[in-house]
């Protein structure tokens, strides 16, 4: 059994927590205020997949 931390889970982790606590924040909104919220999270995320397709060639 490995007992080495894989530096990338650590990674998916933290991403997975900020993507949870901007969901979180964008839900507390205003109704009229979520679309927009969820526009920029929609942006944010196919960024950083853009970034990761980018750097992984």
Same mark, same amino acid.
């Given at each position: =059994?490995?007992?080495? #931390? +894989?530096?990338? %889970? $650590?990674? #998916? %982790?933290? /991403?997975?927590e900020?993507? /949870?606590?901007? $969901?979180?924040a964008?839900e /507390? $909104?205003p109704l009229?205020?979520? /679309?927009?919220?969820f526009?920029? =999270?929609?942006?944010?995320?196919?960024?950083? $997949?853009?970034? *990761? +397709?980018? *750097? %992984?060639?």
């Amino acid at each position: =059994m490995n007992t080495q #931390h +894989d530096p990338g %889970a $650590l990674g #998916h %982790a933290e /991403a997975v927590e900020r993507c /949870a606590e901007q $969901l979180t924040a964008v839900e /507390a $909104l205003p109704l009229a205020e979520r /679309a927009p919220g969820f526009e920029r =999270m929609y942006t944010e995320l196919v960024s950083e $997949l853009e970034r *990761s +397709d980018v *750097s %992984a060639e």
